[in-house]
């Protein structure tokens, strides 16, 4: 396999890391990189050749909104595809299958599929949501399934396995007015906050102003702060962020359909 496209929408990086890791499997000579994460990253483009690996994490079950704008411009004249669904130990639900049916819409023959675990975006050192996920284990699994991609690639099957999820896809809530807030004592102004953001919604000046109705809740601000001078404390946040912590304690593995 010469070329392996790597398109990937990953705000806190576990969907990056697990595609990266497939990547590597597949043992492609050359890995291209799509980021769709920032704000402006559209990639008009058509792929004529090699393999795609197309992550993204799942948020309430389904594809992130944002994410499925900025997979539209990426068009493929049919060649293969492996799907993966980045979740935080809840349930993944129909986010793949909804990133198979826009796939196929874009010209991609779905060969593969995999659903990992990623340290959950509401993850806080004092409420972990499978923390430290995708770990060495689940690295080890992601690099393995590449090499099974790379086989049925290499025998030239071409079939759609089956994946787990539903159509029509669960309801897609709808988020906004929930945002990080900024420790004014703590914040520096260094504008790391606002340069990670998926959606354009911080802005840095004279203080931090973050545009509620923009944010979707990824948490990539509070990681990248320095000086931890970003939290989510919303109550709303608090809440889910408990209720997760208790339920979805039990490490929960990755899957593959293939
Ligand atoms: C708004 C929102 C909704 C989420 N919904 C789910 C979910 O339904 N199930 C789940 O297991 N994890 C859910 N997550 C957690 C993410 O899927 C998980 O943290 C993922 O690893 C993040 O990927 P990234 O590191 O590439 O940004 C959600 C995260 C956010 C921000």
Redesign the pocket.
């Given at each position: 396999m010469q070329t392996a496209h790597l398109i990937?929408?990953?705000?806190?990086?576990?969907?990056?890391?697990a595609a990266e890791a497939i990547a590597q499997g597949v043992g492609a000579s050359k890995v291209i990189h799509y980021d769709l994460?920032l704000p402006g990253a559209t990639f008009d483009t058509v792929l004529t050749e090699g393999v795609a690996v197309i992550?993204i994490?799942?948020?309430?079950?389904?594809l992130?909104e944002l994410c499925l704008q900025r997979l539209q411009a990426i068009r493929a004249t049919r060649i293969p595809a492996v799907l993966v669904a980045?979740?935080?130990?809840?349930?993944?639900?129909d986010?793949l299958v909804e990133l198979r049916d826009l796939s196929v819409a874009k010209g991609f023959d779905i060969i593969a599929a995999g659903a990992f675990?990623?340290?959950?975006?509401?993850?806080t050192p004092s409420q972990p949501?499978?923390a430290g996920?995708p770990d060495a284990e689940d690295l080890k699994k992601a690099v393995q399934f590449g090499r099974q991609v790379a086989g049925k690639l290499r025998s030239g099957n071409p079939d759609t396995p089956d994946m787990d999820g539903h159509v029509p896809y669960k309801d897609r809530p709808k988020?906004g007015g929930k945002a990080p807030q900024t420790d004014v004592g703590q914040c520096i102004l260094c504008g790391k906050c606002a340069a990670v953001c998926p959606s354009g919604a911080i802005t840095v000046a004279d203080s931090v102003t973050t545009d509620a109705e923009n944010c979707?809740?990824?948490?990539?601000c509070t990681r990248a702060c320095d000086n931890k001078a970003r939290s989510f404390t919303h109550p709303w946040i608090e809440e889910k962020r408990a209720i997760l912590n208790k339920n979805?304690a039990e490490p929960k593995m990755p899957e593959i359909f293939i």
């Open positions: 990937y929408f990953s705000p806190t990086g576990t969907t990056r890391k994460t992550g994490p799942v948020y309430a079950g389904r992130p980045l979740y935080g130990n809840r349930e993944f639900d986010a675990i990623g340290e959950h975006s509401f993850s949501i499978a996920r988020f979707i809740m990824c948490c990539a979805c």
